[in-house]
Every structure is written in C-alpha cells, then in structure tokens.
C-alpha cells in the first residue's frame, strides 16, 4: 500500500462518514448514536486538522480536530483529537502515520497541547496514542452511557508541544 495524507474535502465526506460509522459499532470509539451531518461535522471541527489517509485515491482513515474549552479564549491553543481507521486498514501504521501529521500540522497552527479522550477498554486506541507522544493524565470513571445503557469508563490523554508554548 502506498499511503499519502492531504487535507480534507468537503467531497471525501462520504467516506469520512462510512469510517465513523465503523467506529461508532465498534462501541469503542465514541458516545454518539445519531447520524452525523457534513453540516454539523464542518460546525463542530475546525478547519484546521482535518486530514484523510488515502491508499490510491480512496479515503482509508481521517482526523479532526476541537477546540477545547471554546468560551475560554486561554485555552485556544488546546484541541481535542479524533481519528478513525477504516477497520481494513487497522493495524497496518495508517493511524500512526496520520496522528503524526496531525501532531505537525497542529503544532504549525499554534496549538501547544492535544488532548484525546478514549474509552478505557479501546486499547489499541490508547497505544497508538501513547506512541505518538501522548501520555495519560486521568482516568474518568462512569463518564457516560454508550448506546447500550452501559456506563463507561473514559481515560484522557495529552500530548504537549516541545515546540509552541513553551516559554
């Protein structure tokens, strides 16, 4: 497979939604169970961060990015993360070399700390952000019900810049 990572478009949407959905049954991945709108993605994400894995030309894995803690302006160096790996691809360093870039592309922007939080029991997800350089700074028990009714535990994870931010 010869990978290559660009921006997102508005046209890989569909794509980008078939992969989320993967993740969504997986009940690995996030607390959501609605659909998601492109509307409401190109809403919640900013524009900055958006990338797709793309092996050829199809869409095999993306990532966001959300500004955390929106109402306080000191913060706005500080984003949450998500990717998603079409469950073909996993396993295979799609997500390794995508965090990576996102990891660049955030640092280029003027973000100093990304933040990831993950479901306790997705450990491939917590490994894969551990090789990228995040670290776990707490453990949320009971954070919220997965669309099953069953409480999940949640562990948040950051990674700091060693480049912005740091004076």
């Known amino acids: 497979m010869k990978m290559k990572i660009r921006k997102m478009k508005a046209t890989d949407w569909s794509r980008v939604y078939d992969i989320y959905r993967q993740g969504m049954e997986t ?17 919640e994400r900013l524009l900055t961060g958006r990338l797709v894995a793309l092996d050829k030309e199809r869409v095999i894995g993306w ?21 998603y790996i079409d469950e073909d691809y996993q396993g295979k360093g799609v997500a390794t070399h995508l965090l990576q870039q996102l990891v660049i592309v955030s640092e280029e ?3 100093w700390m990304l933040e990831a939080d993950i479901f306790a029991n997705n450990t491939g997800s917590i490994q894969l952000h551990e090789k990228c350089s995040f670290r776990q700074v707490g453990y949320r028990e009971k954070i919220g019900k997965d669309r099953f009714g069953v409480w999940r ?9 060693q480049t912005v931010g740091i004076d």
């Open 27 to 43: 009940n690995l991945a996030t607390f959501d169970v609605e659909t998601l709108t492109y509307e409401e993605f190109n809403r």
């Open 63 to 83: 990532t966001s990015l959300k500004q955390a803690y929106e109402k306080i302006p000191e913060y706005h160096g500080v984003a949450e993360v998500s990717i």
């Open 109 to 111: 922007a003027g973000f």
């Open 153 to 161: 535990d949640s562990v948040l994870m950051e990674r700091r810049s």
